[in-house]
């Protein structure tokens, strides 16, 4: 009762967006608010996207998505899902244990490959907690050596990892910081967020963006654009 707007975020659960506040209404007209970092001031807005909902208020953005059924099965206690199994392996490597080998000598190339690919899904849709990003990564790559091409195409690791560093680069720029998801990403032309980078003059990352997703014919282009910006620069500042 009185929303400003009443958006769908999925297929079962709606949002009610008002002046100070946002709340879900799921199935049963189960009402959840939703919290947003206690703004300062009023005033937000909901944007929909192709895998969620942005949200914008004066604390700063926030995502809303639905946890895929895999990411709870990856990540809750106890679980033996063959992606959860390979994380529990990586974290006796880590300290040392030998248990490690029996988890591995039990999961069998069909479940090495489950888990592997599970395990670079689950990255591709952690946002911000950067270190659980590279449990998942390191935990995938331990995971590799135990596969062959036949099973699973190292490429396909390399591509993935390339893409969350730019990612990572772009959420937490000071320059020019962009929230954006793996699935958005995809559908972005490179020419455009290159063009982005340059209007804000966020050189180094767009020499990052060239470098991991190899698209080294945009090198002098960078290179034109940063010292006609210090050409201004300077004469501006003379």
Known sequence: V?????????SDVTVLEYTDKIILVGPGNDCV????????????????????????????????????????????????????????????????????????RELTKDQLAEGLETLLEVAKLEHWDIQLLKHLLRTASFAKKFTD?????PDRYVNIVNHLIVLTKLRNSKICPRAITYEQFEGVKLKNLLKLLYRYHDYPLALTVIDRLNFKHHLPQVYEDWTTTMLKQSQLRS
């Not at 009185?2 to 999925?10: D, K, L």
């Not at 608010?33 to 300062?40: D, F, S, T, V, Y």
Request: proline letters at 3%; a negative charge.
């Open 149 to 153: 091409r036949s099973e699973f195409d």
């Open 33 to 104: 608010p939703l919290e947003l970092g206690g703004a300062k001031t009023n005033g937000l807005k909901c944007l929909t996207e192709k895998d969620g909902l942005r949200i914008v208020n004066s604390e700063g953005v926030f995502f809303l998505e639905r946890v895929q059924d895999f990411v709870v099965k990856t990540l809750r206690i106890a679980s033996i899902e063959p992606a959860a199994q390979l994380m529990s392996a990586m974290k006796f490597v880590d300290q040392k244990i030998p248990k490690a080998d029996e988890i591995i």
């Open 2 to 10: 009185g929303a400003e707007r009443v958006i769908w975020c999925g």
